[in-house]
């Protein structure tokens, strides 16, 4: 069975501060795929990164990071000088091989106060 | 219109109504989905079709009927529902069941 745990339920940051948000995945296959989405108050869940089992790279998109770690099953995101549009719900999600159901984690609502 | 969209917004129904959920999707994508989403509780799939074959339906009450006309639509038809239905049901469409999904701005549906 899949599982994913994401401890942090809610996150307050001061805009500019850099925030981790955690993500530990469970799974038995070897090959796996994990993902972040962002869920503003709009509603609609946004992409943000999918990253594949064979590829333990860490990520950089602008000021938004990715540290993917096998040994640990965690797949954390880092926010550099967070600012205040970056409030929202942050998930976590696994997929497993060729299934397609994504196995979400409970988000982490994260708020950047001015 | 752009990416996946959801109609309506907002949905009000009594428990003996029939009401349906509208998604569609401007993207070229063969797969779509719905999922549910509650209050303090991860998202839930609810069903996935793919090039308009229903391929997973997650125990999900028969109340919820899901029909998928083409690769563009997709539909969620809703009868007697309960208050406990109430929630935020998305829509989200993926180029094959493996790719990533792009979500829809969802319907928050509250059951009276």
């Known amino acids: 069975a899949q599982k994913v745990t994401q401890a942090q339920t809610e996150i307050s940051v001061v805009e500019k501060e850099d925030v981790t948000l955690d993500c530990v995945y469970e799974?038995?296959?070897?090959?796996?795929?994990l993902f972040w989405y962002k869920q503003p108050p709009s509603g609609e869940l946004v992409f943000l990164i999918r990253r594949n089992s064979f590829d333990e790279q860490n990520e950089i998109s602008g000021r938004y990071s990715w540290n993917f770690q096998k040994s640990t099953s965690s797949f954390n995101f880092t926010i550099t000088a967070s600012q205040v549009v970056d409030s929202a719900v942050y998930f976590c999600a696994l997929r497993v091989g060729a299934n397609s159901k994504l196995t979400f984690g409970k988000g982490i609502t994260l708020s950047v106060r001015p | 219109e752009t990416g996946v969209t959801q109609t309506p917004r907002h949905l009000v129904m009594g428990m003996t109504n029939k009401k349906s959920l509208k998604c569609e999707q401007h993207?070229?994508?063969?797969?779509m989905y719905w999922y549910k989403q509650s209050a303090k509780k991860p998202l839930e799939l609810m069903f996935v079709?793919?090039?308009?074959?229903?391929?997973e339906n997650n125990s999900v009450p028969s109340r919820f009927s899901p029909e998928c006309p083409n690769s563009s639509h997709l539909f969620l038809h809703l009868h007697t529902l309960q208050p406990e239905d109430s929630a935020l049901y998305l829509c989200?469409?993926?180029?094959?069941?493996?790719?990533?999904?792009?979500f829809g701005p969802g319907t928050r549906l509250t059951v009276l």
């Open positions: 079709y793919s090039l308009e074959e229903r391929v």
């Open positions: 989200a469409s993926s180029f094959g069941l493996v790719d990533e999904q792009f």
């Open positions: 993207l070229g994508h063969n797969a």
């Open positions: 799974t038995r296959d070897t090959t796996y795929y």
